[in-house]
């Protein structure tokens, strides 16, 4: 079992930056991928980014590139998402999700999630 825990969210202004991150325990916690996914209101929830234990490949949604990098402190167990130049679209509930599979973008990939945390961006 891995349990996963986000925090860093919060409200900033369109423009500004912020740092989510995400705390992992339990089994071979630091060994696992790790994606970051946000659900806005009425919304599906997608991907955002990703990065594989050795942080040897990261790779991010479109609509991100540029703007949100993707790290981990394997030491620390912690995975870290720098948003940077956020805009109101950006306002959702960030998970953190982690599986020993693939590296990939879909939710059904994940096997194990957190219960997210709030990003707010005002315009």
């Known amino acids: 079992q891995v349990q996963l825990a986000e925090s860093g969210g919060g409200l900033v202004q369109a423009g500004g930056s912020l740092r989510v991150s995400c705390a992992a325990s339990?089994?071979?916690?630091?060994?696992?991928?790790v994606g970051w996914f946000r659900q806005a209101t009425g919304k599906e929830r997608e991907f955002v980014a990703g990065?594989?234990?050795?942080?040897?490949?990261?790779f991010y949604a479109d609509s991100v590139k540029g703007r949100f990098t993707i790290s981990r402190d394997n030491a620390r167990n912690t995975v870290y998402l720098q948003m940077n130049s956020l805009r109101p679209e950006d306002t959702a509930v960030y998970y953190c999700?982690?599986?020993?599979?693939?590296?990939?973008?879909?939710?059904?990939?994940?096997?194990?999630w957190g219960q997210g945390t709030q990003v707010t961006v005002s315009s």
């Open positions: 339990g089994r071979s916690a630091s060994k696992r991928t």
């Open positions: 999700a982690a599986t020993v599979g693939i590296p990939g973008t879909r939710e059904s990939e994940y096997d194990y």
């Open positions: 990065i594989t234990w050795s942080s040897s490949s990261t």
